[in-house]
C-alpha cells in the first residue's frame, strides 16, 4: 500500500484547507484510513478516520478526536480511492504535520493501529 498526501498550506486562522490521501498498490477489502497530525514537541494525535469494507464494523462510518469534531469532516472518493480531510474553521493550535495511514484494524484511533503511512503535508494556521 502506497498513501500520498497532499493539500497542505499557510491558512488564517477561521480559514479551511483540504487535505486528500491517495492510496495505490495492493488494498485491502476491509480497512480503516485516518488521519494523524504531530505538532512540533508533540506527541502524534489521531484526527479521525473512516471505516472501509463490508467485513468492518460501521462500514462507512467516521469517526474524530474531539479536538476536531465538528470543524474537520473525511470523505471518501471511490472513484479515486481517495480519503479527503475537510478541516474548517481552523485554529493555530490545528498547526501541525498531517499524516494519512491505514490500519486493517476496526475502530482504529491509535497510531500503533496503523501499519502503512504517507507522507506528512504541513499545515500552518496563522493567528
Known amino acids: 500500500v502506497q498513501l500520498q498526501a497532499s493539500g497542505g498550506g499557510l491558512v488564517q486562522a477561521g480559514g479551511s484547507l483540504r487535505l486528500s490521501c491517495a492510496a495505490s498498490?495492493?488494498?485491502?477489502?476491509?480497512?480503516?484510513m485516518g488521519w494523524f497530525r504531530q505538532a512540533p514537541g508533540k506527541e502524534r494525535e489521531f484526527v479521525g478516520a473512516?471505516?472501509?469494507?463490508?467485513?468492518?464494523?460501521?462500514?462507512?462510518?467516521?469517526y474524530y478526536a474531539d479536538s476536531v469534531k465538528g470543524r474537520f469532516t473525511i470523505s471518501r472518493d471511490n472513484a479515486r480511492n481517495t480519503v479527503s480531510l475537510q478541516m474548517n474553521s481552523l485554529k493555530p493550535e490545528d498547526t501541525a504535520v498531517y499524516s494519512c495511514?491505514?490500519?486493517?484494524?476496526?475502530?482504529?484511533?491509535?497510531?500503533?493501529?496503523?501499519?502503512?503511512w504517507g507522507q506528512g503535508t504541513q499545515v500552518t494556521v496563522s493567528s
Open positions: 473512516v471505516n472501509w469494507g463490508s467485513g468492518m464494523t460501521y462500514y462507512g462510518s467516521t
Open positions: 498498490g495492493r488494498m485491502f477489502v476491509n480497512y480503516a
Open positions: 495511514a491505514v490500519s486493517t484494524q476496526n475502530y482504529a484511533t491509535e497510531f500503533l493501529q496503523y501499519a502503512y
